[in-house]
């Protein structure tokens, strides 16, 4: 297995434009994780899926954050307008089945700089 | 918010001797787990220990677990230059979501030759 996929895993671009991360889960994954990590902040829980339903987002920061999970392989995290403070490693995750004792499979991240 | 916090947030060993990282909780859990993240790389599971269990041993990693205390502790003996890295410990939140980790900021273990 490839493992979770991320693309793309390096952006650079400018304050106010449109970011769009995306993120396939390892295959037969029923849960996809989206996490953002900062110097300051540490490694932080944005949004979760459940069988591509959203189950919690109170981890988005703002209204400028929208997740989607059309299918049960691929998911986006877009953040429109971007700003410079959303610059951060943002990482997806998925796990399987669903017991209580299972796992998360990272992502390698994708690192995120806004000017 | 955070649920763990670690601590020491860094430390420095020499190749062979024991790295002992430990991890404080808030609330009550259903597991405890333990990643390793290598510099600019995505997390990598280490061990879980279930909340009914109170000691783990995978290979050269030994974990405990103190539910009364809120605390756990991972000790790797006999260290190694390839085990510098940063390690976090992640709890569930019992009886909330349940499925969703939380991490603390975790330490970063460098271990000269």
């Known amino acids: 297995d490839a493992g979770v996929i991320q693309s793309p895993r390096h952006e650079v671009t400018e304050m106010g434009q449109e970011v769009t991360l995306r993120c396939k889960p390892i295959?037969?994954?029923?849960?996809l994780f989206w996490y953002r990590q900062t110097m300051m902040r540490g490694l932080e829980l944005l949004i979760y899926?459940?069988?591509?339903?959203?189950?919690?987002d109170s981890g988005m920061p703002e209204d400028r954050f929208s997740a989607k999970m059309p299918n049960a392989s691929f998911s986006t995290l877009k953040i429109q307008p971007s700003e410079p403070r959303d610059s951060a490693v943002y990482f997806c995750?998925?796990?399987?089945?669903?017991?209580?004792?299972?796992?998360?499979?990272f992502g390698p991240g994708t690192r995120l700089l806004v000017l | 918010s955070q649920q763990g916090e670690e601590d020491p947030q860094a430390l420095s060993i020499q190749e062979g001797e024991n790295a002992t990282m430990n991890c404080s909780y808030k609330t009550s859990i259903n597991n405890l787990q333990w990643y390793r993240q290598n510099s600019g790389r995505g997390l990598v599971h280490l061990i879980l220990?279930?909340?009914?269990?109170r000691e783990k041993h995978s290979g050269r990693l030994r974990v405990t677990l103190d539910t009364s205390k809120k605390s756990s502790s991972l000790l790797i003996t006999a260290s190694r230059a390839a085990d510098t890295a940063s390690y976090f410990c992640a709890t569930d939140a019992f009886g909330q979501a349940g499925t969703a980790l939380i991490f603390g900021k975790g330490t970063t273990l460098s271990v000269s030759s």
């Open positions: 220990i279930r909340s009914n269990e």
């Open positions: 899926f459940n069988n591509n339903v959203p189950i919690d």
């Open positions: 995750a998925s796990r399987g089945a669903s017991g209580r004792w299972e796992t998360q499979y």
């Open positions: 295959s037969g994954h029923d849960y």
